[in-house]
């Protein structure tokens, strides 16, 4: 079974940092273009970053780029994002999802973690 | 970026209604749509891929249809376990943007 477990989410200040986490199993981890999605309470669905299956690519959304880093360790199955100077419009719940591609094109998310709560304030 | 409008954004209806759902691109995007469906408190859960296959283990009263710009997600015979929130997402360009949403309420 198919599973992604996120961590590391909580409440921090202003300018500060935190790491999230993503712990996949169940598929061979490696083999897969990983995104984190974040939801604003109350609000719609924003694609944050993504990864390549090696780690060569990464892209992020303009909005975070310079202050987040998506990174991997396929040894241990595990998808990380590092977020740095946070502001409040950083505040939303944030998935972890697993991409699916044909012929080497993106086309959706097949599988979602439940997400995790990160909260930016003073 | 390439915006995606959802149209209607809140939808009333029936058990065993028909109900459609619209999805317009501010630019071409081929084929490259998703649908997803998503309950309170939940992550979301794909239901379509390629504006028109349907993802493993979702119910056939669920299609999609369109290319180009618009597109649409049809229910065939609306149940209850589908009053939810759905968005559609481009995957043809970064970044991948999704819809506002749709509401689907029970009426």
């Known amino acids: 079974e198919v599973q992604l477990v996120e961590s590391g989410g909580g409440l921090v200040q202003p300018g500060g940092s935190l790491r999230l986490s993503c712990a996949a199993s169940?598929?061979?981890?490696?083999?897969?273009?990983m995104s984190w999605v974040r939801q604003a309470p109350g609000k719609g669905l924003e694609w944050v970053a993504n990864?390549?299956?090696?780690?060569?690519?990464?892209y992020y959304v303009d909005s975070v780029k310079g202050r987040f880093t998506i990174s991997r360790d396929n040894a241990k199955n595990s998808l990380y994002l590092q977020m740095n100077s946070l502001r409040a419009e950083d505040t939303a719940v944030y998935y972890c999802a697993r991409g699916i591609t044909i012929f080497g094109v993106s086309t959706g998310f097949d599988y979602w973690g439940q997400g995790t709560l990160v909260t930016v304030s003073s | 970026d390439i915006q995606l409008t959802q149209s209607p954004s809140f939808l009333s209806a029936s058990v065993g209604d028909r109900v459609t759902i619209t999805c317009r691109a501010s630019?071409?995007?081929?084929?490259?749509l998703a649908w997803y469906q998503q309950k309170p408190g939940k992550a979301p859960k794909l239901l379509i891929y390629a504006a028109s296959t349907l993802q493993s283990g979702v119910p056939s009263r669920f299609s999609g249809s369109g290319s180009g710009t618009e597109f649409t997600l049809t229910i065939s015979s609306l149940q209850p376990e589908d009053f939810a929130t759905y968005y559609c997402?481009?995957?043809?360009?970064?970044?991948?943007?999704f819809g506002q949403g749709t509401k689907l309420e029970i009426k």
């Open positions: 997402q481009q995957l043809n360009s970064y970044p991948p943007t």
């Open positions: 990864i390549k299956q090696d780690g060569s690519e990464k």
């Open positions: 169940g598929f061979t981890f490696s083999s897969y273009w």
């Open positions: 630019q071409g995007i081929s084929s490259y």
